[in-house]
């Protein structure tokens, strides 16, 4: 392959790269205003995938639901907590 060649390949590559990173930008700010919209129109939906993780976190953990549950009551009391 001659030097123009690859120059002329290194080209197309530099705008094509240009456009996909704009497309993935519209792509990102459209996939959050649609995320936005379900949230409004199911919000059921939000807290259920908020308890499916905060139930997967628990069984991860090892933990006793009445640890956890005490944990977050004393979130505010932190340094208290783990003393």
């Given at each position: 392959?001659?030097?123009?060649?690859?120059?002329?390949?290194?080209?197309?590559i530099e705008?094509?790269?240009?456009?996909?990173?704009?497309?993935?930008?519209?792509?990102?700010?459209?996939l959050e205003?649609?995320?936005?919209?379900?949230?409004?129109?199911?919000?059921?939906?939000?807290?259920?995938a908020i308890?499916?993780?905060?139930?997967?976190?628990?069984?991860?953990?090892?933990?006793?639901?009445?640890?956890?549950?005490?944990?977050?009551?004393?979130?505010?009391?932190?340094?208290?907590?783990?003393?």
């Amino acid at each position: 392959m001659t030097k123009r060649e690859m120059e002329a390949l290194d080209r197309k590559i530099e705008k094509l790269g240009s456009k996909v990173s704009e497309a993935k930008r519209e792509y990102d700010t459209l996939l959050e205003q649609m995320s936005e919209l379900l949230e409004q129109r199911y919000p059921e939906r939000r807290e259920e995938a908020i308890k499916e993780r905060l139930y997967e976190a628990y069984k991860r953990s090892g933990k006793t639901v009445d640890f956890i549950i005490d944990f977050i009551d004393n979130a505010d009391d932190e340094d208290d907590f783990w003393a």
